[in-house]
């Protein structure tokens, strides 16, 4: 057993659906209890779909148990065919189904129904939702492709054609998938190719089935559509793309590689402007992100790729790197070896947030956890990842793969720091009435920084009830004996700016007890600050 | 299994004719009970035996409202879990072990079963005990099962005040008259109510749950307790087993409920209907004149309850009575007849009640009907309102305070709300 208070990932049937529910014409019959119908709110409302997923659950109840559990199954699956028509249907269990064994893929067989059905084995027990996920998605394509079907001649009748390709693993309920495609769509195109199947989001079984047609694919999402991907490499001798366009750097080197395997001249769109984001970055109001702290969770894929986008593209310090899903594990402790970090691989938010404190991150790029964490810390935050609640899934136009993802990535990581500008003014005014400390940065509103301010300190570990204290009375510390504040210390710490101030005083207080000081006094702080220059 | 039964093979006086289905049931199960469960009783942690869908459904449920460390979370069981059912034990012992050892505060632990629990037959009371005997006295260990094979929504919070109420202690037999509020009531609510029992003049006035589960408040055949919610069917069994008398009355919801309520408590402790006449007064006048606002807005338009929380027939007959709506079917995922008695009295003779659930069939209904609006679960909302039917998310009528006299425009404001956003959007 494991203990858990909150879960990255559902379940793996939780990941079928994501397959099911971005899909066109294909319905999914999951054995089922009552209340596990709870996952139709992911969709309906994170997402805001406007249908209901296209599953019926059968809805077993404990009187059933032993007696017609699989009758129930077999009403199911003929009353949901005549209903919703599917072209073809999804079978599985849930968590408690497995349990009883009926064994849906053999009920089903039985019942020789009119339409092709994908028999799902999805393990609740040992696997979880991007699994669930990569697995329908691959049974979808083993099931149902058109093994016939094979890539046009390159040279026909009116010359040359241009290189398609398909576009694997976005789904329902995915970080930015629905963006994300149609940028990589119109990157596609412009470089003269096209676009083959989408899948699984937007695709129906046709679409499947013509798979075989591509040149190559491209796997956008590797949790999602890698195992698909693997599978058409070996069936059709497809290869596979599997940068991950997230940044301007990954950008390019996914469209040398696109152009490498379609034989075409990357250079057009290697050209200088393709991406406001080098500019940006480039330009003066900038420099302040130097070397900024950020600390980077999520999903392997998006992890990795934001880290680089941190390092090469921002010129942040990556301070902490992880990921919830093991299986992609390798990929992170490979990328925390270029940024000479610790690699984090849990799905324990706990020890995320452990990790959180105790890197001192000025700003955290993750999930809806980190974001809940980073709140709690006082810490900026931006979302590069699923698991991402109703506020992801914005209304505006925001990939964030390809060169206008770049451009996007820019403004939302920057949008929750101090911006530069303004970093000036609270230095030069910060005694001014307006510039208190309460007063907080203008682009967040009231009330803000004040109390943020108060909690990132409240929170490092390294800082305890002594701040709280010393705020309130300065240089007096009656919690803690090992380290006292001189009064001119401490009001010169006063005089540092708040979004700033946890950071001196936390790195103030470590260097006097590395050099064995019982008392901070004014030249600490200022051997402290060229200690820790950088 | 469309065709009408009535229910207990007589056609009864007091309702309509009940549509039984069986189908898919689009409805939370009893697990998610924890989720108001655990606010209000602040001593005690709420530990799932489940599955990850388990932890995934409570968290999706309350969206995410982890601010703070809950008191609540899930053993999510494992493949090795299921190889032995020793091992699962030894398992859950080392789970609550960790529990206890970063939660030293707890005082009182809801092992919690669940659908995979069940089926497994991992015995819970057992477990309860040996981890109560393990832990006592600093912690209590009590179980009690939400697991959707046999609990629906609601009656997760039935099952976890049953589990309480062998545990509660027994009053002297002579003990004065004492009345038992029964059903977990935001605070403020509570409150309001304590305050008017006491200028009702009703003394020894308790509630279960309380805000502790370490004051359970004592019980026995003195003990008159009076429901707070209709969906109490296994906890008013275990009181009356316990000895305790059922104070039958509405549900105090709106100006006639609420009254009723409190005029039938009043009875039992045969305080002067003078008295209670011009206690109640300024408040009824207060609530009318909250409600009058909202009837101009929902008088004459129709209302569809999809099941959900069991509150739907109280509050349909509040709908119906108090603000004119017209009801179209009404339903609910289990009806109590016992308790239900003098609310399906006053429900419209036309109405459709519905018993059970067959999605499929009863969107076909609410797509026949085109009620003015329907009220439904998150999952149905956005989908009906994307064919043009106004929605109202059922589980905001649990989750906000929505008893008695001071809420009785808030509650008829949830319903006008969705209406009235509709007629000012002009996109």
Redesign the interface.
Known sequence: ???????Y???P??GAMRVATAMDGIHYLLHA??????????F??IE?????PPV???????RD?GKDTSELFQD?AR?SIE?FKPDAMLVGA???AE??QDDPAGLIEKMGLPIPIVPLEL????R?ESWGASETFYQIVRNLVDKNIRPEPKEGLNGKRRPLVNLLGPTALGFRHRDDVVEITRLLHAMGINVNVTAPLGANMADIQRLGAADFNIVLYPETGEMAADFLKREFGQPKVTTVPIGVNATQDFVREVAALADIDPSPMLAEGQSRMGWWSRSVDSNYLTGKRVFIFGDASHAVAAARVAHEEMGFKVCGLGCYNREYARDIRAAAKLYDVEPLITDDH?AVEKAIEEAHPELVLGT??ER?IAK?CGIGCSVISSPV?VQDFPARYSPHMGFEGANVLFDEWVHPLVMGLEEHLLTMFRDDFEFHDGAGASHLGPGHSAAKAAKTETHSPTANDVQKSADAAPAANPTDGLIMWSADADKELKKIPFFVRGKARRNTETFAAEQGLETIELATLYEAKAHYAR | MNAPLPINGQASGDCAPVLKERGQREVFCGLTGIIWLHRKMQDAFFLVVGSRTCAHLLQSAAGVMIFAEPRFATAIMEERDLAGLADANEELDRIVDQLLERRPEIKSLFLVGSCPSEVIKLDLAKAAQRLGAKHAPLVRVINYSGSGIETTFTQGEDACLASLVPIMPRSAPDAEKSLLLVGSLPDIVEDQFMRLLAELGIRNVASLPERAVADLPAIGSNTHYLLAQPFLGDTGQALDERGAKHISALFPFGVEGTSNWLRAAAAVFDIDPAHVEAVLAPYQLRAEKALAHQREKLAGKSIFFMPDSQLEVPLARFLSRELGMVLTEVGTPYLHRGHLAEELTLLPGHVQLSEGQNVDKQLDRVRAEKPDLTVCGLGLANPLEQEGLSTKWAIELVFSPIHGFDQAGDLAELFARPLRRRDVLRV
Do not use: N
């Not at chain 1, 057993?1 to 879960?7: F, I, P």
């Not at chain 1, 019926?56 to 404990?62: H, K, R, S, V």
């Not at chain 1, 393990?123 to 040992?126: K, R």
């Open positions: 057993m494991q203990l858990a208070v909150w879960t990932e559902g379940p049937h939780v209890p009552q209340g596990d119908t709870y996952a139709d709110l992911l309906t409302m805001r779909r406007g249908k209901r019926t659950y059968t809805t077993f109840q404990a148990l199911a009353d209903r849930s968590c408690t349990l009883i393990p609740s027990y040992q979880k706990l809806q956890m809940h709690r609640h």
